[in-house]
């Protein structure tokens, strides 16, 4: 991707509104506060038959726990457990201990749970299933440029999402796991947790701020580095991006000279998108898929579909920039623009830490002159927010987010070394998004972790992989070594 220079986003004049979010917080330490119930606002039930019970549930919250008569959010869950007719109906069917799943993002809602091939295991094993969509995603008082402009202007609108990082979503938990137990004997009250990618790094928070709360805790792929600012992140990130991308050219050798016969056509044509435009950069992106099985051969598809419009047509068909299209998805998750470098900043600001370690970095320049233009992967830079109309919206809003740095604390060092609960992750040698050794290290800070570790899965292995995955992660749990 092209870095935007700083000169072409003018958004401050004499008054500079990042100055109110600079001053450097007198004590970052994670808080342990108790959280009120959360409201249960509604809850439907219906059946996927032959399969699941599932219960539709709707929760209000505050948006800043600190103010918890101010003002709220609305939340919504999905309950899951077996479909069951028994002949007499048992009087504590209703108290299965709870699994809740916390997803991979930020920004990204559940699915529909029948789309999980991990449930079936868990409900398997006893537990009931929680899909939680995280504050601001899925029907979780969504979070777009449209409903962000309700807040007020571009800084009152920061000072709101600065409320939905990981600290939030586990009070958020919090708050619903005293409303769902509430009826549950004092001792059962407990519940267990399952983090994909993101939510492993909100488990992490969760075990920092309400260990006590916790029966257990599942990771797969979401060790969070435990850092204060993206850049050591990154550093190490560039460099499994970097491999997949000579694994990429390695397998498909003639797409080096595709790759750039595309990136020269959108460098000299304006081409658009139902999302925005089709800019070199925004191409660049598409390297996201690397990290996913299956994403080498996902990408060359589009690379050849693109080369072989240009070749028979001159132009790129609406099937080839639909797909194109499809793979971005920048403008449906607003809150994974803005705060995805926040999600590793506690006291410091991240002043777009990506588009900084990408600009000292000539293999990911997009120019003719290189032997091989390399994809860039999951990363957010500052060019997303003018080839993208949704994201055109609150460039100002995510400017003022990168400059903040009075981030609080979303882990407690001393508080994980003195772990109680039993923490079982799944953890990638090759995953591209969460750096191996930058989770090792984590692992390691974690007392009483175990570790499945393979080099055999990638990043997604949970939904690709899902039987193999759960199956690891509950011979952890179960002690199978012996």
């Given at each position: 991707?092209?870095?935007?220079?700083?000169?072409?986003?003018?958004?401050?004049?004499?008054?500079?509104?990042?100055?109110?979010?600079?001053?450097?917080?007198?004590?970052?330490?994670?808080?342990?506060?108790?959280t009120m119930a959360a409201k249960l606002v509604e809850r439907?039930?219906?059946?996927?038959?032959?399969?699941?019970?599932v219960a539709e549930l709707f929760f209000d919250v505050p948006v800043d726990y600190s103010k918890p008569n101010g003002t709220t959010l609305r939340l919504f869950a999905r309950s899951v457990t077996h479909f069951n007719k028994p002949v007499e109906p048992t009087k504590d069917e209703n108290k299965l201990p709870w699994l809740v799943y916390l997803q991979g993002g930020p920004g990204f809602g559940c699915g529909a749970p029948q789309n999980y091939g991990w449930v079936e295991p868990a409900?398997?094993?006893?537990?009931?299933?929680?899909?939680?969509d995280q504050r601001g995603t899925g029907l979780s008082s969504t979070v777009t440029a449209g409903t962000l402009a309700r807040q007020g202007d571009a800084i009152k609108q920061a000072q709101y999402l600065k409320h939905f990082r990981a600290d939030n979503i586990v009070r958020d938990c919090e708050a619903i796991r005293k409303r769902l137990t509430e009826d549950y004997p004092e001792d059962q009250r407990k519940w267990s947790i399952i983090g994909q990618s993101f939510g492993g790094f909100c488990a992490a928070t969760y075990l920092s701020q309400f260990p006590g709360s916790l029966r257990e805790a599942y990771l797969c792929g979401g060790l969070p580095p435990l850092v204060n600012e993206p850049d050591p992140v990154y550093s190490r990130t560039y460099e499994k991006v970097a491999e997949r991308n000579q694994a990429y050219y390695a397998k498909f050798?003639?797409?080096?000279?595709?790759?750039?016969?595309?990136?020269?056509?959108?460098?000299?044509?304006?081409?658009?998108?139902?999302?925005?435009?089709?800019?070199?950069?925004?191409?660049?992106?598409?390297?996201?898929m690397f990290g996913f099985h299956g994403g080498v051969d996902s990408l060359h598809e589009i690379v050849l579909r693109a080369w072989n419009d240009l070749k028979i047509f001159g132009s790129l068909t609406v099937p080839t920039l639909a797909t194109i299209d499809a793979n971005g998805g920048m403008d449906k998750n607003i809150i994974y623009a803005v705060l995805h470098e926040a999600i590793y900043c506690q006291g410091k600001p991240s002043l777009w830490a990506a588009d900084r370690r990408r600009a000292a970095s000539p293999q990911f320049q997009i120019s003719d002159s290189q032997p091989e233009i390399y994809f860039t992967g999951e990363m957010v830079f500052k060019d997303m927010f003018d080839s993208y109309t949704e994201l055109k919206q609150v460039q100002e809003v995510a400017e003022i987010l990168a400059n903040t740095s009075d981030w609080p604390a979303l882990y407690d060092e001393a508080q994980l070394a003195k772990n109680e609960v039993p923490v079982y992750a799944a953890t990638y040698i090759d995953d591209m998004y969460v750096h191996f050794d930058l989770a090792s290290n984590t692992a390691?800070?974690?007392?009483?972790?175990?570790?499945?570790?393979?080099n055999t899965?990638?990043?997604?292995?949970?939904?690709?992989?899902?039987?193999?995955?759960?199956?690891?992660?509950?011979?952890?749990?179960?002690?199978?070594?012996?």
């Open positions: 991707m092209l870095q935007s220079p700083a000169s072409q986003h003018g958004f401050f004049s004499a008054v500079d509104p990042l100055c109110l979010f600079h001053s450097e917080p007198s004590d970052i330490r994670p808080t342990h506060e108790s439907q039930f219906h059946n996927v038959p032959g399969k699941l019970r409900l398997t094993k006893g537990y009931q299933v929680l899909f939680l050798p003639e797409d080096v000279q595709r790759v750039k016969k595309i990136m020269n056509y959108l460098a000299a044509n304006q081409v658009s998108l139902p999302s925005g435009w089709l800019t070199p950069a925004r191409f660049q992106q598409l390297g996201i390691a800070k974690i007392k009483g972790t175990k570790q499945f570790i393979t899965m990638y990043h997604d292995a949970l939904r690709s992989r899902s039987g193999e995955v759960m199956r690891q992660l509950f011979n952890l749990r179960d002690d199978s070594i012996d």
